[in-house]
């Protein structure tokens, strides 16, 4: 097993790269004037200038290569720049640049072929086109009361589901509060989280045993035949990378059921390789059985070169709009640029095995290796994850688990935080925090060594914050 913390590993970083100092001066003065930011206060941020970005690697104002350990907003699962996307873009661009939703077009039925092939489950045959994750969630929502004449809708607390109306109301995460008109019919549940674990359980077993329960007493309470679906992360992202234990989803999946509930599963972050799985439902290998009825898609379907996003319907859901017009749709749903971004990613994705790729990171490099930082730093409460996609929580004392910085703290209560982010980039490393934790989400096509790389500067950061 490799443990990558021992000798550092310089060979890998790029040179940095020449820049024009005017240009980035100009790029900042444009930006301060003109973009207002999402999720922030405008005078209190100093956006990041990146001047490029190839593979795993972004370059800051003065041309200095950072290793992005975010992937953006966990999106470039195949990197910057692949060649062979970049020019499918290219050459869609030339042959047919834009087409309204309503025509027939190659490239569209070729990228909803290649997704619904990789989704386990033989129901799931439709793609409904979207331009990202959150109107994904959206109309999912919206097939789902179609299909069933129900209203209400389940969603789980610690969750992330886009920031549209239904989505940033779906969403269990306190960015919801300041949306929340709660009057939308969504009801949230506990999820199993076994570090923080509402149910006080001492094992995954427990947990999952018990957060079932918990599931079904809310859909007892709430009366199930007002209940159109349930809405679930297969594995949440955002609210913290918590990997279901083996047998919740297929749970979930049996108690939808019983009570003709649609199961709607959000793959917009965990899917498309990121669990070491085509699809995070399949991360212990029972994706087959516990075939959704709806699978909500984004980020990784084309690694965000254009705006994409998707909602795949099983036969039966799809079935209900056959002779009744489905009461949806977006101008630019299914852009021929952003399909076949599509198409180019999913069959470089097939052809440089970037799936099983991103399993043996997770297992032979950056499980064993967070593992390894966790002995060594008192602050790590707890590693979690799969494939390239792991969080690690910062805890002010691992006996109370109380986390380094509390939940949504700005200015001087997020100093601690401030500075591991600081720590990282001055070592060249782009790294992914959210609250107490740090997110190991480097893109699916890291390579080894750039893995190691980056976990020892992940490794040093800490030592020197903490
Ligand atoms: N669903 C999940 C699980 C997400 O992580 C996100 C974004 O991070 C969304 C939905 C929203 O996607 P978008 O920002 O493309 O609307």
């Known amino acids: 097993t490799a443990v990558p913390t021992t000798s550092p590993t310089t060979s890998v970083v790029p040179p940095p790269r020449p820049v024009d100092a005017a240009a980035v001066a100009r790029t900042r003065e444009l930006d301060s004037a003109h973009v207002f930011h999402s999720w922030s206060a405008q005078k209190l941020i100093s956006p990041m200038v990146v001047t490029g970005a ?3 690697w972004v370059y800051d104002a003065e041309g200095r290569p950072l290793l992005d350990f975010s992937s953006q907003l966990v999106f470039t699962n195949i990197g910057h720049g692949h060649p062979k996307v970049v020019a499918a873009i290219g050459e869609q661009a030339a042959k047919l640049a834009t087409v309204a939703p309503q025509h027939a077009v190659d490239v569209r039925g070729e990228a909803a072929r290649l997704i619904t092939s990789h989704l386990p489950g033989s129901r799931l045959n439709k793609v ?10 959206e109309n999912a929502v919206r097939a789902a009361r179609q299909h069933t004449g129900r209203r209400k809708v389940l969603a789980r607390y610690r969750s992330y589901h886009g920031n549209t109306q239904t989505a940033i109301h779906l969403t269990g995460d306190p960015r919801r509060w300041a949306n929340d008109s709660g009057a939308e019919g969504i009801v949230h549940f506990f999820g199993p989280y076994l570090y923080r674990s509402v149910f006080h359980s001492s094992t995954e077993a427990e947990e999952c045993r018990r957060a079932l329960e918990h599931l079904e007493q809310v859909i007892t309470l709430e009366g199930p035949s007002t209940i159109a679906a ?16 083996p047998g919740y989803l297929a749970g979930v999946r049996e108690i939808t059921r019983r009570h003709g509930i649609v199961l709607i599963l959000d793959e917009v972050m965990a899917g498309f390789g990121r669990t070491g799985t085509w699809f995070g439902y399949d991360v212990h290998g029972d994706g087959e059985r516990i075939d959704p009825d709806i699978v909500t ?37 299914g852009h021929p640029l952003a399909c076949a971004a599509s198409v180019a990613t999913l069959r470089a994705m097939e052809d440089e095995g970037v799936v099983e790729h991103a399993r043996h990171l997770g297992e032979d490099i950056i499980g064993p290796a967070l593992r390894d930082i966790a002995a060594r730093h008192a602050v790590v409460g707890e590693v979690r994850g799969t494939g390239v996609f792991w969080a690690v929580e910062l805890v002010k004392s691992r006996e109370t688990r109380e986390p ?17 982010t600081k720590a990282c980039l001055s070592r060249g490393l782009l790294p992914f925090v959210n609250g107490n934790r740090t997110h190991v989400v480097p893109p699916c096509t890291v390579s080894d060594d750039e893995a190691r790389w980056g976990l020892e500067q992940l490794d040093a950061a800490l030592g020197e914050v903490f």
């Open 404 to 420: 380094v910085v509390p939940a949504g703290a700005t200015g001087a209560a997020n100093a601690p935080m401030a500075a591991f």
């Open 128 to 137: 409904f086109f979207t331009t990202g994750g959150a109107e994904a969630n």
């Open 54 to 56: 190839e593979g795993s």
């Open 230 to 245: 349930l809405v679930l992360e297969s594995v949440p992202g955002t609210a913290g990378i918590m990997v279901p234990p």
């Open 297 to 333: 898609i984004a980020k990784g379907v084309n690694s965000g070169y254009v705006p994409l996003g998707g909602v795949v319907l099983s036969d039966e859901v799809a079935a209900t709009f056959d002779e009744r017009a489905f009461p949806g749709g977006l101008t630019y749903s």
